[in-house]
């Protein structure tokens, strides 16, 4: 029986979506019973009354946890995202519920024998509730009382030689598109790299030493599966240097019907017999390829990689063999002064381990935005305040046309002043001789 | 909120164990935090930390940012977690009786 009368919530059970209420009723109903007879180490009905808060909180139209919350582990800046309810006496089972942000595995691959794991820790010392996965890519333990946050971080890395994820103004934990596991467009291994370098910058993930918070995402190509442009202040998007591979029987067979478009993304509907020209020739951004007499051909010095016509017909078009990736700088949230997507900074580097080619480049930015960077402020603000000229200045980046979508249209140009022959020093009597006042 | 006694003292501190008012802050709140702070015995480096942590405050109303905090006290960051094991928001800022940091943590 539930612990409290949840008439909102109870619609959500509606529909065919898979309805959280549902499962977190489910939940609660499994350690109202304990079959496992679990000694519980968070009150047993912490998702009744997580249920309880939120069916108040969708009557009062107002959240009710209370501002902020400060908790987490030894040795540790971050991890764990404190929260107190604001209604303690009536919801005594979300009091305390704390989120403990658990490092994922590059590409959110498992077994279940480590999920059961994972598992076996939370339902003991936590509330049961997940959520699978954070938006920057952490397992997510969700509610939890303070004297267990110790007890859970043993237990992740002694039996489970798991560690936390990051929170607060550092590297928080990376993520990666599924990469080379299982797409061919995966210009590089990105599972590989964002494995790498979470561990080789454990220190900047768990021990806030930045002036705000920095993120660090890898996609294998420019469709951008973990949408690093948008979502990354250090954004690694595969690419290639060298021709499209096309095989022109293949290209005869999405003609001739036999291979559907898109990989039948859009067999939901009749759209007509497959137009290689209407469809992929056309719709070339630079208008590169052209199909004449049953033969494809494409203009690489005019391509921008933009992946629409391997996208379309992926059997017969791969990405070419000389690949590697072009490192982007900036994006962030609106919050303060605007949302940014990022900006191309290296239009291509080697993705090769040990990655030295891009560690050099992101501890470039870092030793500069760490320096300069303001209290909480983006590396995308650092990069408006102080001007992208000074980012290629410190990870010595040579200007090129491709860093910019348009030169500027306004004519405030700064020179600096060993560029311009006299300098700055200006001589008023010499000028007042030639021009009288 | 909680209040919590001790050696003769009371003070007034949120869930976080972090001091409510400033002012309350003592010698005793000091000894008060140490243990669930992971510290056992305060050395003038420790010291040295929570009087810039103060001092800073005081002058310009917020906890100085980690890199301000390290180029004044001479501390690299990984010495001031082994002085304060949960680091310098939730071991020193407590300690010294700043108010609790609060954002995106």
Request: hydrophobic share 35%; with cysteine.
């Amino acid at each position: 029986m539930a612990k409290h009368k949840t008439p909102l919530l109870d619609e959500l059970e509606k529909g065919p979506w898979p309805s959280f209420v549902s499962d977190i009723k489910l939940e609660a109903e499994k350690r109202a019973k304990n079959d496992a007879g679990l000694d519980f180490q968070i009150p047993q009905d912490c998702p009744d009354d997580l249920l309880g808060v939120l069916e108040l909180a969708y009557k009062d139209k107002e959240t009710h946890w209370k501002h902020g919350g400060i908790v987490g582990v030894f040795g540790y800046g971050g991890g764990v995202i404190g929260r107190y309810c604001d209604q303690p006496e009536k919801f005594p089972g979300v009091a305390h519920f704390h989120t403990v942000r658990v490092n994922q595995p590059a590409g959110k691959y498992y077994n279940t024998e480590y999920l059961r794991g994972v598992m076996d820790i939370w339902d003991l010392r936590g509330s049961g509730l997940t959520n699978m996965h954070g938006s920057t890519g952490d397992i997510v333990l969700l509610g939890t009382t303070t004297p267990q946050l110790e007890e859970i971080f043993h237990e992740l890395t002694h039996n489970l030689n798991t560690d936390l994820g990051g929170s607060g103004s550092n590297l928080r934990t990376p993520a990666d598109c599924l990469g080379q596991s299982r797409c061919e467009f995966a210009c590089y291994d990105t599972q590989a790299i964002c494995h790498a370098l979470t561990n080789d910058y454990q220190d900047e993930l768990h021990r806030p030493a930045f002036p705000y918070k920095f993120k660090f995402k890898f996609d294998g190509c420019p469709n951008g599966c973990v949408a690093s442009i948008a979502r990354s202040d250090f954004s690694v998007i595969g690419t290639w240097k060298d021709d499209i591979r096309i095989d022109q029987d293949r290209v005869k067979a999405y003609v001739a019907g036999e291979f559907k478009p898109n990989a039948g993304a859009h067999s939901g509907r009749d759209w007509g017999k497959f137009d290689i020209v209407a469809e992929v020739v056309n719709r070339c951004p630079t208008k590169c390829m052209s199909y004449e007499d049953g033969k494809l051909s494409i203009d690489t010095s005019n391509c921008t990689r933009c992946m629409h016509c391997l996208n379309v017909m992926p059997a017969a078009l791969k990405i070419g063999l000389e690949t590697g990736a072009t490192i982007l700088c900036g994006a962030k949230a609106p919050i303060l002064d605007g949302a940014q997507m990022a900006s191309m900074l290296v239009p291509f580097i080697p993705v090769e381990e040990p990655y030295d080619e891009i560690k050099e480049v992101i501890e470039n930015i870092w030793d500069w935005w760490m320096e300069e960077g303001k209290n909480r402020e983006r590396l995308g603000e650092t990069m408006k305040r102080q001007g992208f000229q000074k980012l290629l200045e410190v990870t010595n980046t040579k200007a090129i046309p491709q860093h910019v979508k348009a030169p500027r249209a306004n004519p405030y140009i700064f020179f600096k002043e060993d560029e311009v022959p006299g300098g700055w020093k200006h001589d008023e009597k010499g000028y007042r001789e030639r021009h009288m006042r | 909120m909680a209040i919590v006694e001790f050696k003769g003292k009371t003070f007034d501190v949120d869930e976080d164990g972090f001091l409510q008012k400033f002012e309350d802050w003592c010698e005793e709140w000091v000894e008060y935090v140490k243990d669930s702070e992971g510290i056992k015995e305060l050395s003038p480096e420790h010291r040295k930390v929570i009087d810039f942590l103060q001092d800073y405050y005081k002058k310009n109303g917020i906890a100085p940012m980690v890199r301000i905090l390290s180029k004044v006290t001479g501390f690299k960051l990984k010495h001031i977690y082994e002085l304060f094991p949960s680091g310098p928001g939730k071991g020193a800022c407590k300690m010294a009786g700043l108010p609790k940091p609060t954002g995106c943590v």
